[in-house]
């Protein structure tokens, strides 16, 4: 089985993501900063940019993670010899190293600390990829799926959309692939369970694999691999009804972040003043916006 993404003209209508509403319902306006940030007045274009390139160290941490996954699982597409995991190790140290020096972390941008402490994220990064060689999904990727390996889709290209139940949304997912008639999807966390987020990133994963590539339900195999500390997995089986109550749920999300456009066909905010502040001091303090909001 071959599978092909479907392009989608160009449309300025809002689209929903799990990430997209996760911030609307935390802050109203740090969502208006991260997805509408043109309509902010007063505020340098560039000083916006930079606010909103700010990383934190856990959000490296995952990044280097997920480039290391990609290597690897490309490195496997050519050549299904032994995996050199010192080598592997060096090229992680190398990825996360290069961040490091070529990012501004929040952390440091807000005085949160002097320094950053590379040592500390190193080791969790190395953690992940070896309980990922360790694991179980590795062995299984060599027993099962490197079959069909032409079919693999490892980091997809683009943003992930798609359409459920026609509303437009984002479904970026981490590793697709075949194996027979059947399709596996598989996304790395480096960060804390969340299980009920992450069900339900695992069911838009499969909504969107059902409407992207018409494949019926009981052939989708959507799964979380956690990397840290210990490695564990996450899956879910699609129900009958479980559809149906998820495209109700994001028709909810989608109308709600509808209301607060003034224009929702062109996506245009209402005024920022709509946008409410969080009340929340510990959300605050891990926003890269809190200098707009002193
Ligand atoms: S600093 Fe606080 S109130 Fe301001 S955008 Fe960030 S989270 Fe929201």
């Known amino acids: ?37 043109k309509y902010v007045r007063g505020v340098p274009i560039y000083k916006i940019t930079k606010l909103k390139e ?17 290597a690897l699982l490309a490195r496997l597409q050519k050549s ?32 949160q600390t002097a320094e950053l402490d590379f040592q500390a994220a190193s080791e969790k990064v190395r953690v992940c990829l070896e309980n990922f060689l360790g694991g179980p999904c590795f062995n299984w990727l060599y027993m099962r799926a490197l079959i069909n ?3 693999w889709m490892i980091e997809p290209p683009g943003y992930g959309e798609t359409r459920l139940n026609g509303l437009k949304a984002y479904c970026k997912m ?11 999807i598989l996304d790395w966390k480096t960060g804390a369970k969340d299980p009920a987020k992450h ?20 052939r989708i195999y959507p799964k979380i691999v956690y990397l840290y500390p210990q490695y564990d997995e996450l899956e879910i089986s699609v129900g009958e009804q479980e559809p149906e109550i998820f ?4 028709k909810e999300q989608t109308e709600m972040m509808y209301a607060y456009c003034k224009n929702v066909e062109q996506n245009i905010p209402h005024d920022i003043s709509k946008f409410e502040r969080s009340p929340s001091p510990t959300m605050c303090r891990n926003c890269k916006f809190q200098e707009l909001c002193e």
């Open 199 to 218: 069900a339900a990133q695992l069911m838009g994963y499969a909504v969107a694999a059902n409407s992207n590539f018409s494949i019926p339900w009981n």
């Open 149 to 151: 390996k032409t079919g």
């Open 174 to 184: 981490d590793f697709l692939f075949p194996v027979e008639d059947e399709v596996y």
């Open 1 to 37: 089985m071959m599978l092909k993404f479907p392009e989608y003209p160009f449309t300025p209508i809002l689209g929903w993501s799990i990430s997209r509403f996760e911030t609307f319902d935390k802050c109203k306006r740090q969502y208006f900063y991260q997805y509408y940030s």
């Open 80 to 111: 299904d010899s032994t995996i050199d995991e010192g080598k592997f190790l060096k090229f992680a140290d190398d990825k996360l190293r290069e961040y490091f020096s070529s990012k501004t972390f929040i952390e440091i941008y807000y005085n």
């Open 54 to 70: 700010l990383t934190t160290v856990p959000l490296e941490v995952g990044s280097a993670v997920h480039d290391c996954m990609e």
């Open 247 to 250: 495209f109700q749920r994001i």
